[in-house]
């Protein structure tokens, strides 16, 4: 059975960088049917899409974080990873990583959240 | 790249029918048939309802469905259960993604 698993500091401080990593139990994260993505919602607030990692390692990011947004993936640990750098308040938020079906482009799998704080 | 537009909530009695409306623009919900919907309970992850604006995913009853009309994506959920109490998100393909701004429906 899929599952994914965030982990990561959960208290940043601005303006340094938020890394968190998301670790993919029971499929190959290579797959070419699968993308894998990174979803962010700040307390009490919608969901924010931030950006989506492909199997040709290709990225594709929200234009309003693209400048401090970095998505990569290591395949021999079946983790793919999320660095946001120059983080403010406003960037506290509960982080999901999750699975992306390339025919649907829909997010399919998602893991439990991770809750980031931005705090000095 | 603006939240598509759904109403902050809506309500229906056990066994009636409710309707969330997700409004875009003709750069996301009018130009791709890439529209999911997510049910939100409170704590949890997000849970796909819909993909490819009317399909649902083995598992998700079909008292669940959903249409897409111009810019407008529509869920509905018929013969509403207690179960059913949760926020709701559209979502569109428009090179990128873009959720709706969420929906909280309430059984009364």
């Known amino acids: 059975q899929l599952q994914l698993q965030e982990s990561g500091p959960g208290l940043v401080k601005p303006p340094e960088t938020l890394s968190l990593t998301c670790t993919v139990s029971?499929?190959?994260?290579?797959?070419?049917?699968?993308?894998w993505v990174w979803i962010r919602q700040p307390p009490g607030q919608g969901l924010e899409w931030i950006g989506s990692?492909?199997?040709?390692?290709?990225?594709n990011y929200n234009p309003s974080l693209k400048s401090r947004v970095t998505i990569s993936v290591d395949t021999s640990k079946n983790q793919f990873s999320l660095n946001l750098g120059s983080v403010t308040a406003a960037d506290t938020a509960v982080y999901y990583c999750?699975?992306?079906?390339?025919?649907?482009?829909?997010?399919?799998?998602w893991g439990q959240g991770t809750m980031v704080t931005v705090s000095s | 790249q603006s939240a598509l537009t759904q109403p902050r909530s809506v309500s229906g009695s056990p066994g009636q029918s409710v309707s969330i409306s997700c409004t875009g623009t003709?750069?996301?919900?009018?130009?791709?048939?890439?529209v999911s919907w997510y049910q939100q309970h409170p704590g949890k992850a997000p849970k796909l309802m819909i993909y490819?604006?009317?399909n649902r995913p083995s598992g998700v009853p079909d008292r669940f469905s959903a249409s897409k009309s111009g810019n407008t994506a529509s869920l509905t959920i018929s013969g509403l259960q207690a179960e059913d109490e949760a926020d709701y998100y559209c979502?569109?393909?428009?090179?990128?993604?873009?959720f709706g701004t969420g929906t909280k429906v309430t059984v009364l």
């Open positions: 999750a699975r992306a079906i390339s025919s649907w482009d829909a997010f399919d799998i």
């Open positions: 029971g499929a190959s994260i290579s797959s070419e049917s699968y993308y």
């Open positions: 990692i492909y199997h040709t390692r290709s990225t």
């Open positions: 003709s750069s996301d919900v009018g130009s791709y048939n890439f």
């Open positions: 490819v604006v009317s």
């Open positions: 979502c569109s393909y428009a090179g990128t993604y873009v």
